[in-house]
């Protein structure tokens, strides 16, 4: 059984920056996809952003593109997620998601099951 143990929420004024990490447990950390999504208040959950296995490919929702950037250490059972020029619609909860099986490769939001119990992000004005 996967675990997954988000950390680095907090609050920041908007332009500001923040990193979130995720460690991983329970599995082969770097067989899987991984990645990060978001709820806000009153909203669903969405995909923020997503990497491959080797870390070599990364997607991104075009709400975060050139703000945010995902990363991972397998070495260290972890993905991160920096995240540059904070907007106060930025504020949500962060869940750090894993992929539902080590055969798949394509980075899409339905690919990915397994969630942390995940960080608040709060962006004031």
């Known amino acids: 059984q996967v675990q997954l143990v988000e950390s680095g929420g907090g609050l920041v004024q908007a332009g500001g920056s923040l990193r979130l990490s995720c460690v991983s447990s329970?599995?082969?950390?770097?067989?899987?996809?991984m990645g990060w999504f978001r709820q806000a208040p009153g909203k669903v959950r969405t995909f923020v952003a997503g990497i491959s296995q080797s870390g070599s490919t990364t997607d991104y929702a075009d709400s975060v593109k050139g703000r945010f950037t995902i990363s991972r250490d397998n070495a260290k059972n972890t993905v991160y997620l920096q995240m540059n020029s904070l907007k106060p619609e930025d504020t949500a909860v962060y869940y750090c998601?894993?992929?539902?099986?080590?055969?798949?490769?394509?980075?899409?939001?339905?690919?990915?099951?397994?969630w942390g119990q995940g960080t608040q992000v709060t962006v004031s004005s």
């Open positions: 998601a894993t992929g539902r099986s080590p055969f798949i490769r394509t980075i899409r939001p339905s690919n990915f099951d397994s």
């Open positions: 329970g599995r082969t950390f770097s067989a899987y996809v």
